[in-house]
């Protein structure tokens, strides 16, 4: 079994928004300083925006004042709102813990498979 859940992901066109979310059952997610990752069409893997124990939230700038990154304790969620997308938005989007870095993007057998958002002009 995957350890997280990513759900959320669509085809949109250009300036559409989507909520991706990511969920756990074996473990808190506000206990870990968690990610969201993305891999793009080139395979290049980047965090896009990270939430800390403490709720402090970090972006990426090429989504910053798009995506908004938040946390539901009583869901034990964590999600992203992505809003204005744009074509180069398209990617498989990954969860995760911020410790593993981009190898994320490549351990789909143990975190998950991810999400995809496709963005069209």
């Known amino acids: 079994d995957h350890q997280l859940q990513e759900s959320g992901g669509g085809s949109v066109q250009t300036g559409g928004s989507l909520r991706l979310s990511c969920s756990a059952r074996t473990f808190r997610l506000d206990d870990i300083h968690m990610a969201w990752y993305r891999q793009g069409p080139g395979n290049k893997c980047d965090v896009v925006s990270s939430?800390?124990?403490?709720?402090?939230?970090t972006y990426d700038e090429s989504v910053k004042d798009r995506f908004i990154i938040s946390r539901d304790s009583s869901e034990n969620t964590v999600y992203l709102q992505m809003n204005s997308l744009k074509p180069e938005d398209t990617a498989v989007y990954f969860c995760?813990?911020?410790?593993?870095?981009?190898?994320?993007?490549?351990?789909?057998?143990?975190w998950g498979p991810g999400t995809q958002v496709t963005v069209s002009s």
């Open positions: 939430i800390s124990e403490d709720g402090t939230a």
């Open positions: 995760g813990p911020i410790w593993i870095g981009v190898a994320r993007c490549r351990q789909v057998n143990h």
